[in-house]
């Protein structure tokens, strides 16, 4: 006689099974990012600071206002993503770029100016920054939609500098296909109306040796007199006009 198994009746559990156990989600990235906003006017500076908050409400966001401020601050806590502007009281942002990646290695920059031209675009990608914008008429949305690339490991370009950047590949006669990264230092010396011997003393080379750039670079360009280099190196962004005491972007 064959043994049958009693069917289990109404109300009876059905058997046990052993499920593996739901691995848990890592933690989100974004919600232990340190941002550091790097902006010397205040309103401006608080403006960023909020709209990073808005972009990630779990954030931790520290803001100073001079170069000497963001490398003190890199050097306390690095950020993992860094608003940077430009033009600062105590000097050029992008000339302290490498001290700053030395001091957060993994950290992401979005460059921020009102002052985009086709030389601060060659530097700003030539530093290895992740995003670029210009502050002119930017809807937040934009900062926002730019943080969440480049925490992504993308890179950003507004729309100005993206038309800016294809202007410049496009044109054969871009400084950056036809003078050499010293000539460029040059002409960035003669553009704030430096002498060749001031110039020789900036970049430790002789004399006759800054004049001979000042010469290659005038033939280069098809000019014929300082004042027209000058203009020229306002022109492309090597070198601006005073603004006066009031500092921005």
């Known amino acids: 006689m064959t043994a049958t198994t009693p069917a289990p009746f109404i109300g009876q559990p059905p058997p046990a099974r052993h499920l593996r156990p739901t691995p848990s989600l890592p933690p989100n990235p974004r919600a232990a990012v340190r941002i550091l906003v790097v902006e010397d006017q205040t309103m401006v500076r608080e403006l960023l600071e909020l709209a990073c908050a808005q972009a990630l409400p779990a954030a931790t966001i520290d803001a100073v206002g001079t ?3 963001a490398l003190a601050a890199c050097r306390t806590a690095p950020p ?3 608003l940077l502007d430009l033009v600062l009281p105590d000097g050029d942002a992008l000339d302290v770029m490498p001290e700053i990646f030395a001091l957060a290695p993994g950290v992401r920059v979005i460059a921020l100016s009102s002052h985009i031209d086709e030389f601060t675009l060659h530097r700003a ?3 290895r920054v992740h995003g670029i914008l210009d502050k002119n008429e930017q809807p937040v949305r934009i900062l926002r939609e730019a943080i969440t690339t ?3 490991g993308r890179q950003y370009l507004s729309a100005f500098v993206q038309r800016l950047r294809a202007s410049v590949r496009a044109d054969p006669a871009a400084f950056d296909k036809i003078l050499s990264a010293r000539e460029q230092e040059v002409l960035r010396l003669v553009g704030e109306g ?3 011997e001031q110039i020789a003393a900036r970049l430790r080379i002789s004399a006759s040796t800054a004049k001979n750039h000042r010469l290659n670079i005038m033939a280069k360009l098809d000019m014929h007199s300082t004042p027209q280099l000058i203009r ?3 022109e492309k962004g090597f070198a601006r006009i005073p603004e006066g005491p009031s ?3």
């Open 232 to 234: 020229y190196a306002i």
């Open 80 to 82: 993992d993503l860094l």
């Open 194 to 196: 430096l002498t060749n």
């Open 125 to 127: 990608l030539s530093s």
């Open 247 to 249: 500092h921005g972007a």
């Open 67 to 69: 170069r000497a401020a």
């Open 150 to 152: 480049v925490l992504d």
